[in-house]
């Protein structure tokens, strides 16, 4: 026992990790897992419509301890009690590794193949939504249960939409997930992947109640879609993760409702200072894309029609500035941005123009040495790659995300795919990278499960089992148009398909019916259909919530 124990200390020395430690707000962690497969490889580009993979696999030498399927550990009782202390550690450390590395193993022959998908956003639900479970078992990995409609995110944050209606639980978009004996949706954080042995490496979501913490197991897949989405990018500027809210997720618009809600309650104080009212009641939004827009307006409907009527001492405090480095709404019609922006700032919003470069717990700092007092900072600058997507040890598209060619699979290794927000087009397709739009990745994750499907029936599913199987037709994305609201029942919907093509642009009312019909109709599930024209009635006639709960 005492050489293998020595044995394996050297082993772990000889193997190579990959990463490093993600804080908890990630949507996917990183930690410091190993690889014991070397593999080299090489995946030709050529647009043959084959999967051309040669692959070199060197194996180190080593003992499965686990068992098929859900695996166990067995208990180990030492044989006396006079046994030698270096004979105790090893069997210790032996029982560790096989509870840390418990899970699903791979499967065997005459199984269905398994596909394991990492993360429930637009792409990997859309994918899941359409795997056939005829011909997979399907595990699906994540932090989250649910997907989120986030272009009705900003709606929560003021009471026009309850949370639940924005939110869409994946075992509804797949059943299979709660009813099939062999698919499972695990609430955890992809740690690490060994791309040599097809195995995931997942902590789980733990409060507590889990028999060890951090609670970590493995899963091995047939075939593997990244689909982890991405972060908010911050530039690197101090002070924004600690002070300001982001606006990404369900809890994240909970936060911000709590904060604009408490915020307003406070100022009602006998004794607060009209200083101190103006920066309680100050909301301040960095970034003038679509999600900033979107939330200033609903802002401003917010206080224009409720905090005047329910707050009536202090409706003359409140405030919203929207700060962008340059022009809002960038990717829309000139004319578009020119009716936004007079728009707004007759709703009462203020823009300035400024690039932060410090932020503070009640002020932020421009640039210019400005400083702007907040009771309310939401921080909408777009998004990038992950730390989970940059620790891994794959091919990387420009912009840092990872790279995948035109049938969104991952050079270099096999049985690889990514798509969405964390994946982009390796430069050698010659393909520019596509936005971090909810139709990209829906999209992408529409013709990537059609591509599964066809190679599943053509028995193409196991792993390394795909090599020489015709793919078809490369993906190819066609925008459709943008669209943002305003407030004050008024839209922008931009039909153009480049930025610089002719197209039809309008603005106004019409736009806004277009906005909510298209969006009605977007919304996943009919019950959700139901709860969002509920609400939007409901908000109509009776104004809306102001309950601060939580």
């Known amino acids: 026992m005492a050489l293998a124990r020595i044995a394996r200390a ?57 068992m098929r399927g859900i695996s166990g550990t067995p208990y180990h009782q030492f044989p006396s009690a006079n046994a ?61 249960n649910h997907m989120v409609f986030t272009p009705l995110l900003a709606s929560t944050c003021v009471g026009t939409l309850e949370f639940r209606t924005v939110a869409e639980p994946v075992t509804r978009i797949q059943d299979a997930l709660a009813k099939d004996p062999n698919s499972f949706f695990f609430l955890a954080s992809c740690t690490g992947i060994d791309t040599g042995k097809h195995e995931v490496y997942c902590e789980a979501v733990n409060n507590g109640e889990l028999p060890r913490e951090p609670y970590e197991f493995k899963v091995a897949y047939d075939k593997l ?42 100022s009602e104080n006998p004794g607060i200072w009209e200083q101190e009212k103006k920066r309680l009641l100050h909301c301040v939004v960095i970034g003038g894309g679509p999600t900033g827009v979107e939330f200033s307006g609903e802002l401003s409907d917010f206080i224009t029609r409720d905090v005047h009527e329910r707050y009536t001492h202090v409706k003359d405090y409140i405030h919203v500035t929207l700060i962008e480095a340059n022009e809002i709404l960038s990717s829309f019609d000139v004319s578009l941005r020119q009716y936004a922006t007079k728009h707004l700032t007759k709703s009462g919003v203020r823009l300035k123009r400024g690039v932060v470069k410090e932020v503070h717990s009640k002020e932020i700092i421009l640039s210019d040495g400005t400083k702007v007092p907040y009771g309310l900072l939401v921080w909408s600058t777009g998004v990038g790659p992950s730390k989970f997507v940059k620790a891994l040890n794959l091919p990387k598209s420009p912009g840092g995300r990872i790279g995948v060619d035109e049938w969104l699979r991952v050079p270099s290794v096999e049985d690889v795919f990514a798509l969405g927000d964390c994946a982009g087009f390796l430069q050698q397709t010659g393909r520019p990278v596509l936005p971090a739009l909810a ?17 599943g029936k053509q028995n193409g599913g196991k792993a390394f089992s795909a090599k020489g199987t015709p793919l ?55 019950r959700n259909r139901l709860y969002v024209a509920v609400n939007w009635a409901t908000t109509l006639v009776f104004g809306r919530d102001n309950s601060r709960i939580g």
């Open 10 to 66: 050297n082993f772990r020395k000889s193997r190579g990790a990959y990463g490093s430690y993600a804080s908890e707000k990630d949507l996917f962690k990183v930690g410091g897992y190993t690889t014991i497969r070397d593999t080299t490889s090489h995946v030709n580009f050529n647009s043959d419509e084959k999967f051309s993979y040669v692959p070199t696999n060197k194996e180190h030498n080593c003992v499965n301890f686990a």
């Open 84 to 144: 030698q202390t270096v004979v105790e550690e090893s069997e210790s450390e032996l029982e560790n590794d096989q509870r840390r590395y418990a899970g699903l193993e791979a499967t065997k022959p005459g199984e269905k193949p398994r596909v394991v998908v990492l993360g429930t956003g637009w792409a990997a639900c859309r994918f899941l939504k359409g795997l056939d479970t005829k011909i997979y078992d399907v595990v699906c990995i994540s932090p989250r």
């Open 225 to 266: 879609v990244i689909a982890a989405g991405a972060e908010a990018l911050t530039f690197g500027i101090k002070g924004v993760e600690e002070n300001a809210f982001f606006l990404r997720d369900v809890n994240h618009a909970q936060e911000i409702r709590k904060r604009l809600l408490l915020n307003l309650m406070l």
């Open 439 to 455: 139709q990209v990745a829906e999209r992408e994750g529409k013709f990537l499960v059609e591509l599964f499907n066809k190679i």
């Open 472 to 526: 078809g037709e490369p993906f190819v994305y066609k925008h459709i148009g943008s669209m943002a609201s305003v407030g004050g029942y008024k839209a922008l919907v931009d039909l153009r398909q480049t930025k610089d093509a002719k197209g039809l642009s309008l603005a106004g009312f019409v736009s806004w019916m277009i906005w909510r019909s298209a969006y009605l109709t977007r919304v996943l599930s009919w």
